[in-house]
C-alpha cells in the first residue's frame, strides 16, 4: 500500500493540465520504484483524464515500470561485444549471489536486475551499469564488489 498522501503532494507540485503528466508520472517512479496503480488513478481524478491514457503513458515509456523495482536497477549490456566478453558469467554471478532471476527484483527490494540489449558503450564491453554509472570490463568475479557501495 502507496501512501496516498504523498500522491497527492507529488501531484499537487505541477500545473493541472495535460503536459504535466509524464513528470508525475516520473516522480512517481522515484519516490515508490514504481508507477503504482493508485497513484495513475488519483491523477486521473484530479487531472479529468481518462485513466486508460495515463495507463498508455505508463506503459509507452521504458523508464516507468507499473510493477515494483527495486532501489537499484542493474543493467547488464548482452550486445555483441559483451555477451562475447563475458556477460553472461555476470548475469549468472547476479543470480546466484543476489537470489534473483533476471529482469526481477530482489526480495529485499534493493535491486532490479535486468538484460539490456545495447547501453552503447562496446569499447567497454562488457558493461554493468547500476542507476546511471557505468562499469567497463566488468569481471563476474568482481561484479559483487561493485555493488558494495549500493546497499
Not at 113 to 130: D, K, L
Given at each position: ?65 507499473l ?14 561485444a ?13 543470480e ?53 557501495k549500493?546497499?
Amino acid at each position: 500500500m502507496i501512501d496516498v498522501n504523498k500522491v497527492d503532494e507529488i501531484i499537487n507540485r505541477y500545473e493541472k493540465s495535460e503536459e504535466s503528466l509524464l513528470a508525475i508520472l516520473q516522480d512517481f517512479q522515484r519516490e515508490f520504484y514504481y508507477v503504482p496503480e493508485e497513484g495513475m488513478r488519483r491523477l486521473s481524478e484530479v487531472m479529468a483524464v481518462p485513466q486508460s491514457k495515463i495507463y498508455a503513458m505508463g506503459t509507452f515509456y521504458k523508464a516507468l515500470s507499473l510493477t515494483l523495482r527495486g532501489k537499484h536497477t542493474i543493467k547488464v549490456c548482452t550486445g555483441t561485444a559483451c555477451h562475447l566478453k563475458g556477460a553472461t558469467q555476470i548475469l549468472e554471478t547476479l543470480e546466484r549471489e543476489l537470489k534473483v532471476k533476471r529482469n526481477s527484483t530482489t526480495e529485499d527490494g534493493e535491486f532490479t536486475v535486468e538484460c539490456v540489449n545495447c547501453v552503447g558503450a562496446c569499447a567497454m564491453a562488457p558493461v554493468t551499469v547500476v542507476d546511471e554509472d557505468y562499469y567497463g570490463q566488468t569481471r563476474a568475479s568482481k561484479v559483487m564488489d561493485v555493488l558494495k557501495k549500493y546497499k
